[in-house]
């Protein structure tokens, strides 16, 4: 595991290297608060270096196809992120935040990563 030395000037993402170098998945981990943009060609770029790659966080990002809330336009602008990238969210419907009852904390994966999670879980 190595951390990335090239987003380490974005104080609020981390982004990891696991696996070997045949078999690697990245794997970002973000905060973004409500009154920030969601910084989606900082996303564009982590996937141009891995496409292989799981991003997680608490993005404060809020939209009907994860969340039984009114969404947000941070949550409309990562719902067509997500579409034009081939990309699922993978905790859908699971309640992360007590305050509003939404889906703020969410993990993203690109489709064959979400099979993978799916297949897992179902045969758990």
């Known amino acids: 595991m ?5 987003f380490q ?13 045949s078999n ?6 973000c905060y ?4 920030e943009n969601l910084p989606l060609n900082l996303f564009n770029d982590i ?8 991003l997680l966080g608490d993005l404060n990002a809020k939209h009907e196809s994860w969340s ?3 969404g947000n336009q941070k949550g409309g602008l990562l719902f067509e992120w997500l579409n034009e990238n081939y990309f699922q969210v993978i905790n859908k ?9 939404a889906v703020i904390d969410l993990i993203l ?16």
Do not use: E, K
């Open 68 to 70: 039984n809330t009114t």
């Open 9 to 21: 000037n974005d104080y609020n993402l981390i982004v990891l290297d696991i696996g070997y170098s």
């Open 47 to 54: 996937l141009h270096r891995n496409s292989n790659t799981i």
């Open 24 to 29: 690697q998945v990245q794997l970002a981990t």
């Open 93 to 101: 419907f699971v309640l992360t935040s007590t305050r509003s009852n």
């Open 2 to 6: 190595q951390r990335l030395i090239n």
């Open 32 to 35: 973004f608060p409500p009154n």
């Open 109 to 124: 994966a690109p489709m064959n990563i979400y099979f993978w999670f799916f297949f897992c879980i179902s045969t758990y």
